[in-house]
């Protein structure tokens, strides 16, 4: 089984990578949100210990890029910040568990095998809601019978909605899941994008696939939620 280990100190890397390699694990580590978010999605890493604490990107931006694309690999959050506040984030965000440090070598060992145990859902392919199908490999989207021809960015986007069909996700939550880093009050991106994918995606006539729920974001219309 192979372990990826992201961080930044070197002290704190060694100590966790010896240990691992002693218990039978196959161990690679890296230093930076970036690397975490490239080599995890470079395939062939079993689970991710991951830092929050990072000098380019912090742990919770690796892991929402991470888990646009790849929401089966599991990731263990390591930090020092022990409030429930950053737990319960990097749990929103896809962690599969959270350990503050400094944490018991034993425990954190116990966890690793524990999240390993559980069978792994097969990953999906091709995302589809009601006559919205979303082909992951081809980069294609297609309505009812056309296609549509969508940017990186739209795609990314409608691709988070997708995965989180009939929730009602916040502009931070998306700009997050989708851009990668903190919620900026001012910013009106994610607006802006969905306005995009609105104009591509409904036809004349049609009501929103993308609904805006007053005082909490937008929510992709599931079908229970307007009748997809």
Wanted: aromatic share 6%; net charge negative.
């Amino acid at each position: 089984m192979r372990v990826l280990v992201v961080e930044d100190e070197a002290r704190v890397a060694s100590f966790i990578a010896k240990g691992l390699e002693g218990a039978g694990f196959s161990v690679e580590v890296v230093g930076t949100g970036c690397e975490a978010v490239a080599r995890t999605l470079e395939g062939g890493v079993d689970i991710v210990l991951l830092d929050v604490g990072l000098p380019d990107i912090d742990g919770f931006s690796a892991l929402a890029e991470i888990r646009v694309v790849d929401q089966a690999t599991p990731v263990i959050m390591l930090t020092a910040r022990g409030d429930v506040g950053s737990r319960v984030r990097g749990l929103e965000l896809g962690a599969d568990d959270y350990l503050p440090k400094p944490f018991d070598f034993d425990e954190l060992l116990a966890r690793i095998r524990a999240r390993l145990r559980q069978p792994r859902q097969p990953e999906a392919f091709v995302l589809q809601s009601g006559d919205l199908q979303l082909d992951l490999r081809a980069r294609r989207a297609r309505r009812a019978d056309r296609t549509v021809d969508l940017t990186s960015r739209e795609f990314t986007l409608l691709e988070y909605l997708l995965r989180h069909e009939g929730q009602v996700l916040s502009r931070a939550q998306i700009l997050n899941g989708v851009w990668g880093y903190d919620f900026d009050p001012g910013s009106n991106v994610v607006d802006v994008y969905v306005g995009y994918l609105r104009s591509k995606l409904d036809g004349d006539g049609e009501d929103s696939i993308v609904e805006t729920v007053r005082g909490g974001g937008y929510r992709l219309r599931g079908r229970g939620a307007g009748g997809l």
